[in-house]
């Protein structure tokens, strides 16, 4: 990706996305910052819990961080953001807050000019984030022109999905019997055309993590299936595997004041054993990703 004079150095790539224009695949810039996007085309698999908790992360790790939301109309990281700082104003704590920017989808009358004022719009985000050491994009639970943009700048993309059958069918097609995959779906294709893209350019490889979230706390036969499916999907269209965060009520109960598991002890909460057990389930995330754990999580 280069961010140089606020633009994204882009090329087509030969395979079309579906129903639109090929998206545009970044060249790589090593000063560029780190970009980790949190992907997928279902809405309610924890994306925004997911995002904030690794922001907060990196914000921990003395990292400065900007958040690109390109879900801006339904909004939910980004309120997650603006609740973060009522709350630390509100309190007088001294909260690590990120930069935000909203992309909001356009309203144009033609798809070329919604297309075209979009791709603007990202890049003057983009333009104005330059500085942070790192990137994290949230983007649509649906096929958009804003979420194939957002897709393309991947370093690490990162998609939770629940622990289901319903969920699975983002990434693959299963037949009647849930025991075999008869092959990628849609949005697989996608993420692979992004990938070609980038690799025609040079640059960096996506890495493609899938977090499996909101797994049951029970050992269940749907889990060793999904389980299963999983683990030959990943070597099939390459994508690697991460546990991601339980059913745990906690992690509903921190949105409104816009806090995170790493923010408890700052806010003066008691930690309770689910909180104990929500704060490994956040380490382990890190780690799987490839980033440091940091102290508030060590203890």
């Known amino acids: 990706m280069?961010?140089?004079?606020?633009?994204?150095?882009?090329?087509?790539?030969?395979?079309?996305?579906?129903?639109?224009?090929?998206?545009?695949?970044?060249?790589?810039?090593?000063?560029s910052p780190r970009v980790l996007v949190l992907g997928n085309e279902k809405g309610g698999s924890g994306k925004s819990t997911t995002a904030m908790h690794l922001v907060v992360a990196l914000l921990r790790q003395g990292r400065s961080v900007g958040i690109v939301d390109l879900d801006a109309r339904q909004g939910t990281l980004s309120r997650y953001v603006e609740n973060r700082r009522a709350f630390a104003e509100s309190e007088g704590l001294p909260l690590p807050l990120p930069e935000l920017r909203q992309?909001?989808?356009?309203?144009?009358?033609?798809?070329?000019?919604?297309?075209?004022e979009e791709e603007a719009k990202l890049q003057a985000a983009l333009a104005e984030l330059s500085g942070c050491d790192m990137l994290v994009i949230d983007t649509p639970g649906s096929d958009s022109h804003l979420s194939r943009l957002g897709h393309t700048l991947a370093d690490v993309l990162i998609s939770p999905m629940?622990?289901?059958?319903?969920?699975?069918?983002?990434?693959?097609?299963?037949d009647r019997e849930g025991r075999k995959i008869l092959g990628p779906s849609v949005y697989s294709q996608m993420v692979w055309e992004q990938r070609q893209a980038r690799a025609r350019q040079g640059g960096r490889p996506i890495d493609w993590v899938?977090?499996?979230?909101?797994?049951?706390?029970?050992?269940?036969?749907?889990k060793r299936e999904i389980a299963r499916l999983l683990a030959q999907l990943a070597k099939r269209i390459g994508f690697r595997l991460a546990p991601g965060f339980g059913e745990r009520v906690v992690f509903r109960q921190l949105?409104?004041?816009?806090?995170?598991?790493?923010?408890?002890?700052?806010?003066?909460?008691?930690?309770?054993?689910?909180?104990?057990?929500?704060?490994?389930?956040?380490?382990?995330?890190?780690a799987a990703i490839g980033l440091d754990v940091p102290e508030e999580l060590q203890t």
């Not at 790539?13 to 000063?31: C, I, L, M, Q």
């Not at 033609?110 to 075209?116: F, G, K, P």
């Not at 629940?162 to 299963?174: E, Q, T």
């Not at 004041?257 to 929500?278: E, I, K, N, P």
């Open 2 to 31: 280069n961010h140089q004079a606020g633009r994204i150095t882009t090329t087509a790539p030969d395979v079309p996305s579906r129903g639109s224009s090929a998206a545009e695949a970044p060249t790589a810039n090593a000063k």
């Open 103 to 116: 992309v909001l989808r356009s309203e144009a009358p033609t798809r070329a000019e919604a297309d075209a």
């Open 162 to 174: 629940n622990d289901s059958f319903i969920d699975l069918d983002l990434l693959a097609r299963i």
């Open 210 to 222: 899938v977090l499996r979230n909101r797994l049951a706390h029970l050992d269940a036969r749907n």
């Open 255 to 286: 949105f409104p004041q816009g806090l995170t598991l790493l923010d408890l002890r700052q806010s003066g909460t008691d930690l309770t054993m689910s909180h104990v057990a929500a704060r490994q389930e956040v380490r382990a995330l890190l």
